[in-house]
């Protein structure tokens, strides 16, 4: 044996011996669980999986089937799964990946395991069609076998969480598209389920490969901090023991931490720096009923007994025990005063809560021998319920889908009572016409007001908790085009939008009857491309509105629109060049006009030989190449990407940007990854926000910082005062994001300016 056979032996015994420890780590798990005790069928899926990826590899190097052994056991240790998700999950890629089918795991395993694997190579696979967005359809197609065997989207949502664990391995334009559609789906999806704890890892993933400096940043804080949030908890939690000790419970006091993707994202909504956000630090007391009927009781005791030790803030009481959400979520969560000054929220639950809040559905799935769940599964069908009706009616866009599938996915709870005194969960933010969809649809499409505890309010009245509402309605009401504005549930969107499509078929009849026939009077056809020209010079985003505008008489057909399809352009009128699509580059306004009409042709166009893998670099010299839409002005120093829109242009947006975020979801093979070369040669605009005490010379002491200290140009400032306190923006010529910082700094040492945000 030559020393290459050696090292190739060595090299499969060695990666042997991998793929059988992580097995048997899986089985020991297993077998350390409360579930009967199924072993055989477990190993003889593994060997099953294990031949039929036998050679394949990963793109970090390691064997495939440490994959499906990894999505095994996050289904086995981190959900509590039994013996068919965990064969379920050792299966899941061999039908989609090897020549296996689900007859044949079916013959082999059952019918259960089968289904299951059925359903997960279904959301995997498939043909799209042009205009649907891969995503979107996987998701469909999730939330549908979803109603067959909620075991479905629980291995999906470990395949998901292993994915995004092994991450690295993948392009950046992957990374992005991944994270993207993990926060966007995946991780409300897994909150809905309940999952806590796995809702928060996704995050947390996806908030790491999408802005590793600020990811690194609130990490690097956070672990210089946690010496005085030790002390902190301890000084807060000893006074707690002492007083549960006497009551003679069995309990744990953990500290629960902010993750990093929840501070990030509250600093960016809320406009603060990291040292401004002060619930960070949270307490969990998890205690062992001494009667498992009575754990309410004892919760509320609990409460009694600490609440004599600290004051409690009178608004922060959050009663989860007799309303629990509909993922199953049970605690009882108070605020309160510290002796150090600071509010501090203590949740308390017991361990069989715990186990629900980490676990979710997953913690209540009782199975018996081949058969469905049969438990607790009340909150669950009726959010499932919701679902098929969006389902039943699906959007014909599918952003428009994954929208209204999303507003129920992330919505927080709130409980309303009808005039008999039934209670109604509905999300947090909804309205009276939201309810009344909820109740039932004719109710929602012939309703004129309602009255909210026995007033009067209008439709777009928004509903808080404990709130009783009547709804009024009349026959001769039908639904408007502008409820679609203030209705927030996904429900009620669903109708909505059902009934205004019906509506809206003839009159899309009758406009694009009028379309033929001015076609037809000017010598020409209707095809693809007019329609896209047409769509274009109106404005408007898809041919149905088209033809409803032009059926509603919103839109006349005349000259100028003969002119756009014969590629006559007006000069004088025509807005359209490169400065459109960088709108805050200036420069010298007159040396650049001239060209400006065909500097609209130099836009970058991607052809067969693109690279994808390779990051898009942005200079001085490729900016006017590319589209920099309205929705999130990106300036140099910004997390970027790239998407390819319909005209294969590439649009570079800020990674965080909404728009971007939807783009990653359902067009994920469209994005690109980019990056900034500029040497700070150009200007782009950004906005800042100052808030502060008035006194005299405060705008002298800003324009003192910018304009001498910094040297930069003021191009605008607006001041309000009242009452003392003023606020304003000023709007600055910069190079990149890191001037906008050095800003901000500077501006913070001024006396009485209180708060400094960044907008843009």
């Given at each position: 044996?030559?020393?290459?056979?050696?090292?190739?032996?060595?090299?499969?015994?060695?990666?042997?011996?991998?793929?059988?420890?992580?097995?048997?780590?899986?089985?020991?798990?297993?077998?350390?669980?409360?579930?009967?005790?199924?072993?055989?069928?477990?190993?003889?899926?593994?060997?099953?999986?294990?031949?039929?990826?036998?050679?394949?590899?990963?793109?970090?190097?390691?064997?495939?089937?440490?994959?499906?052994?990894?999505?095994?056991?996050?289904?086995?240790?981190?959900?509590?799964?039994?013996?068919?998700?965990?064969?379920?999950?050792?299966?899941?890629?061999?039908?989609?990946?090897?020549?296996?089918?689900?007859?044949?795991?079916?013959?082999?395993?059952?019918?259960?395991?089968?289904?299951?694997?059925?359903?997960?190579?279904?959301?995997?696979?498939?043909?799209?069609?042009?205009?649907?967005?891969?995503?979107?359809?996987?998701?469909?197609?999730?939330?549908?076998?979803?109603?067959?065997?909620?075991?479905?989207?629980?291995?999906?949502?470990?395949?998901?969480?292993?994915?995004?664990?092994?991450?690295?391995?993948?392009?950046?334009?992957?990374?992005?598209?991944?994270?993207?559609?993990?926060?966007?789906?995946?991780?409300?999806?897994?909150?809905?389920?309940?999952?806590?704890?796995?809702?928060?890892?996704?995050?947390?993933?996806?908030?790491?490969?999408?802005?590793?400096?600020?990811?690194?940043?609130?990490?690097?804080?956070?672990?210089?901090?946690?010496?005085?949030?030790?002390?902190?908890?301890?000084?807060?939690?000893?006074?707690?023991?002492?007083?549960?000790?006497?009551?003679?419970?069995?309990?744990?006091?953990?500290?629960?931490?902010?993750?990093?993707?929840?501070?990030?994202?509250?600093?960016?909504?809320?406009?603060?720096?990291?040292?401004?956000?002060?619930?960070?630090?949270?307490?969990?007391?998890?205690?062992?009923?001494?009667?498992?009927?009575?754990?309410?009781?004892?919760?509320?005791?609990?409460?009694?007994?600490?609440?004599?030790?600290?004051?409690?803030?009178?608004?922060?009481?959050?009663?989860?025990?007799?309303?629990?959400?509909?993922?199953?979520?049970?605690?009882?969560?108070?605020?309160?005063?510290?002796?150090?000054?600071?509010?501090?929220?203590?949740?308390?639950?017991?361990?069989?809560?715990?186990?629900?809040?980490?676990?979710?559905?997953?913690?209540?799935?009782?199975?018996?021998?081949?058969?469905?769940?049969?438990?607790?599964?009340?909150?669950?069908?009726?959010?499932?319920?919701?679902?098929?009706?969006?389902?039943?009616?699906?959007?014909?866009?599918?952003?428009?889908?994954?929208?209204?599938?999303?507003?129920?996915?992330?919505?927080?709870?709130?409980?309303?009572?009808?005039?008999?005194?039934?209670?109604?969960?509905?999300?947090?933010?909804?309205?009276?016409?939201?309810?009344?969809?909820?109740?039932?649809?004719?109710?929602?499409?012939?309703?004129?007001?309602?009255?909210?505890?026995?007033?009067?309010?209008?439709?777009?009245?928004?509903?808080?908790?404990?709130?009783?509402?009547?709804?009024?309605?009349?026959?001769?009401?039908?639904?408007?085009?502008?409820?679609?504005?203030?209705?927030?549930?996904?429900?009620?969107?669903?109708?909505?939008?059902?009934?205004?499509?019906?509506?809206?078929?003839?009159?899309?009849?009758?406009?694009?009857?009028?379309?033929?026939?001015?076609?037809?009077?000017?010598?020409?056809?209707?095809?693809?491309?007019?329609?896209?020209?047409?769509?274009?010079?109106?404005?408007?985003?898809?041919?149905?509105?088209?033809f409803l505008y032009l059926g509603d008489k919103k839109i006349i057909l005349g000259e100028k629109d003969l002119d756009e399809l014969h590629g006559k352009v007006n000069k004088e009128g025509n807005t359209s060049g490169w400065r459109r699509y960088v709108p805050f580059l200036h420069g010298k306004k007159n040396e650049n006009d001239k060209n400006e009409e065909n500097k609209i042709h130099q836009l970058f166009i991607v052809g067969k030989d693109f690279k994808k893998k390779k990051p898009v670099i942005i200079s001085e010299e490729t900016i006017n190449m590319?589209?920099?839409?309205?929705?999130?002005?990106?300036?140099?120093?910004?997390?970027?990407?790239?998407?390819?829109?319909?005209?294969?242009?590439?649009?570079?947006?800020?990674?965080?940007?909404?728009?971007?975020?939807?783009?990653?979801?359902?067009?994920?093979?469209?994005?690109?990854?980019?990056?900034?070369?500029?040497?700070?040669?150009?200007?782009?605009?950004?906005?800042?926000?100052?808030?502060?005490?008035?006194?005299?010379?405060?705008?002298?002491?800003?324009?003192?910082?910018?304009?001498?200290?910094?040297?930069?140009?003021?191009?605008?400032?607006?001041?309000?005062?009242?009452?003392?306190?003023?606020?304003?923006?000023?709007?600055?010529?910069?190079?990149?994001?890191?001037?906008?910082?050095?800003?901000?700094?500077?501006?913070?040492?001024?006396?009485?300016?209180?708060?400094?945000?960044?907008?843009?």
């Amino acid at each position: 044996m030559d020393e290459h056979d050696m090292k190739e032996a060595a090299r499969e015994a060695a990666e042997d011996k991998l793929i059988t420890d992580a097995f048997q780590h899986l089985l020991d798990t297993y077998l350390a669980s409360r579930h009967r005790k199924k072993v055989d069928i477990i190993t003889k899926a593994f060997n099953f999986a294990r031949q039929a990826h036998k050679g394949v590899r990963r793109l970090s190097g390691e064997p495939y089937i440490m994959h499906p052994i990894a999505v095994a056991l996050i289904a086995c240790e981190e959900m509590g799964l039994g013996s068919t998700s965990i064969c379920a999950a050792l299966l899941h890629d061999v039908v989609e990946d090897t020549d296996y089918t689900v007859d044949d795991i079916e013959n082999i395993f059952g019918t259960k395991i089968a289904q299951i694997v059925d359903g997960l190579t279904k959301i995997s696979g498939g043909i799209f069609g042009d205009k649907a967005s891969a995503q979107a359809e996987n998701f469909k197609k999730l939330l549908l076998t979803m109603s067959d065997d909620i075991r479905v989207i629980l291995i999906k949502i470990c395949d998901r969480l292993h994915n995004m664990r092994t991450l690295v391995s993948q392009p950046a334009n992957k990374q992005y598209k991944i994270a993207g559609e993990t926060l966007y789906i995946y991780a409300p999806l897994a909150n809905r389920l309940g999952l806590n704890k796995i809702k928060t890892e996704l995050e947390d993933l996806s908030f790491k490969y999408e802005h590793p400096e600020e990811y690194k940043t609130i990490q690097d804080k956070l672990a210089s901090t946690r010496e005085q949030r030790d002390t902190l908890f301890a000084l807060f939690t000893d006074p707690i023991r002492e007083a549960l000790d006497k009551i003679g419970l069995h309990y744990q006091i953990k500290a629960r931490v902010k993750s990093p993707y929840s501070i990030w994202n509250k600093m960016q909504n809320k406009h603060v720096i990291f040292e401004e956000i002060y619930d960070i630090l949270a307490v969990r007391i998890i205690f062992e009923p001494k009667v498992r009927q009575e754990e309410i009781n004892e919760c509320f005791n609990i409460y009694v007994a600490i609440s004599r030790i600290y004051k409690s803030h009178p608004d922060r009481l959050r009663d989860w025990l007799n309303h629990p959400k509909a993922n199953g979520y049970q605690a009882l969560h108070v605020t309160l005063m510290s002796k150090q000054g600071r509010w501090i929220e203590v949740q308390i639950r017991s361990d069989h809560m715990d186990e629900v809040a980490e676990q979710g559905f997953a913690a209540h799935w009782k199975y018996k021998d081949g058969a469905e769940y049969t438990e607790d599964e009340g909150e669950l069908n009726d959010w499932l319920g919701t679902i098929k009706e969006i389902l039943d009616d699906p959007q014909p866009d599918a952003m428009d889908f994954l929208d209204s599938i999303k507003l129920n996915l992330f919505a927080s709870e709130i409980f309303v009572f009808t005039p008999k005194g039934e209670i109604k969960t509905m999300p947090a933010g909804c309205t009276a016409l939201d309810f009344a969809f909820q109740i039932h649809t004719f109710l929602g499409s012939h309703c004129i007001g309602a009255k909210v505890n026995h007033k009067l309010v209008p439709l777009s009245h928004k509903l808080n908790s404990g709130d009783q509402v009547e709804i009024l309605i009349s026959k001769s009401q039908h639904v408007q085009p502008s409820w679609i504005n203030f209705v927030s549930t996904a429900k009620a969107r669903a109708k909505i939008q059902a009934i205004l499509r019906r509506d809206n078929r003839e009159v899309q009849k009758n406009g694009e009857d009028v379309l033929n026939t001015w076609l037809t009077n000017n010598s020409l056809e209707l095809t693809s491309s007019v329609l896209d020209k047409l769509c274009d010079y109106h404005d408007v985003k898809r041919p149905e509105d088209l033809f409803l505008y032009l059926g509603d008489k919103k839109i006349i057909l005349g000259e100028k629109d003969l002119d756009e399809l014969h590629g006559k352009v007006n000069k004088e009128g025509n807005t359209s060049g490169w400065r459109r699509y960088v709108p805050f580059l200036h420069g010298k306004k007159n040396e650049n006009d001239k060209n400006e009409e065909n500097k609209i042709h130099q836009l970058f166009i991607v052809g067969k030989d693109f690279k994808k893998k390779k990051p898009v670099i942005i200079s001085e010299e490729t900016i006017n190449m590319f589209i920099f839409p309205a929705c999130c002005h990106p300036i140099p120093g910004d997390d970027i990407l790239g998407y390819m829109d319909n005209k294969n242009h590439i649009e570079i947006h800020k990674r965080a940007c909404p728009v971007a975020s939807r783009l990653k979801s359902s067009y994920g093979n469209r994005i690109l990854d980019a990056k900034w070369d500029m040497h700070k040669q150009m200007y782009f605009d950004a906005t800042i926000e100052i808030r502060g005490i008035d006194r005299k010379g405060m705008l002298q002491d800003v324009a003192e910082v910018i304009s001498s200290r910094m040297d930069l140009n003021i191009h605008k400032i607006t001041i309000n005062s009242d009452e003392g306190i003023f606020d304003g923006s000023i709007e600055v010529k910069v190079h990149d994001r890191d001037e906008v910082r050095n800003i901000m700094e500077n501006l913070k040492d001024i006396d009485d300016l209180q708060e400094v945000m960044q907008i843009m």
